[in-house]
């Protein structure tokens, strides 16, 4: 997914991970963690900030209900990830105010996992956990913060972290047999919006696609069976009532 304005560009794609040998959005010195190498660090409460410059974040289908109430969803990147859209203004993130998420707002998953994060080992079914060296919650000495470690053994918070990363990692999986199945039935169609600001600016948001709601409807009875048992065809409804947030975007 790509905008343009008349003064600014952006690449939200790569919230979706479009580059596969890039590091995941947000994070930019991961370390696999180790007790010791890493005995003295902490990580301390920090706003939001970091994801104010993103226009859009990955979710996974567990997310599809809530995220949906706020946010447009749409599918980007050559595996159709879904993305939920938080601007549509390059570089800004209509959703962070003064380095809190809005008050009322669903916090997708990838954000409330920073700065944590799986990585893969070289087993295809294996990670490990590693953390965000360069977020301003990670500091490497001192007292303030919650430790990553406590007499050698991970710490609550990191035990936490990698419960959660566990769950994230499983979702995913999983969302991406649900994004294969839409793209096996040719139900994505590439979509672009043009935008037009009150004040008189304007944007153009594409790149990103969508489920085709005469396609979807006409599937053979044999497939929406299969994806009413497996949940899919609740995910797809709310994609697409999640396509009326976009004009949510442009107010002010």
């Known amino acids: 997914m790509t905008q343009t304005s008349e003064t600014e560009s952006s690449n939200p794609a790569a919230a979706a991970g479009a580059d596969a040998s890039a590091w995941p959005l947000f994070y930019r010195e991961p370390r696999v963690l180790s007790s010791v190498d890493h005995a003295g660090w902490r990580v301390r409460p920090t706003g939001a900030g970091f994801a104010a410059a993103s226009n859009s974040v990955p979710v996974v289908i567990g997310e599809f209900a809530a995220a949906s109430r706020n946010y447009p969803l749409v599918f980007a990147g050559p595996d159709h990830t879904p993305i939920a859209v938080l601007g549509v203004e390059a570089g800004r993130n209509r959703f962070v105010v003064e380095d809190a998420w809005v008050e009322h ?148």
């Open 105 to 252: 707002a669903y916090v997708p998953a990838y954000v409330r996992r920073y700065p944590f994060v799986f990585v893969q080992t070289r087993d295809p079914e294996g990670y490990v956990l590693a953390i965000d060296a360069g977020a301003d919650a990670v500091i490497a000495s001192g007292e303030e913060g919650s430790p990553l470690f406590e007499d050698g053994q991970p710490s609550e918070l990191t035990r936490q972290a990698l419960q959660f990363c566990d769950t994230f990692t499983r979702e995913d999986q999983a969302t991406r047999r649900f994004t294969a199945a839409l793209a096996e039935q040719e139900l994505l169609i590439e979509r672009s919006a043009n935008i037009a600001f009150a004040d008189g600016r304007r944007s153009s948001v594409d790149g990103f696609h969508v489920v085709d709601a005469e396609k979807f409807n006409a599937l053979p009875d044999a497939v929406v069976l299969d994806w009413h048992r497996k949940g899919w065809l609740a995910l797809v409804h709310f994609h697409l009532a999640s396509l009326g947030r976009f004009n949510d975007l442009l107010v002010p």
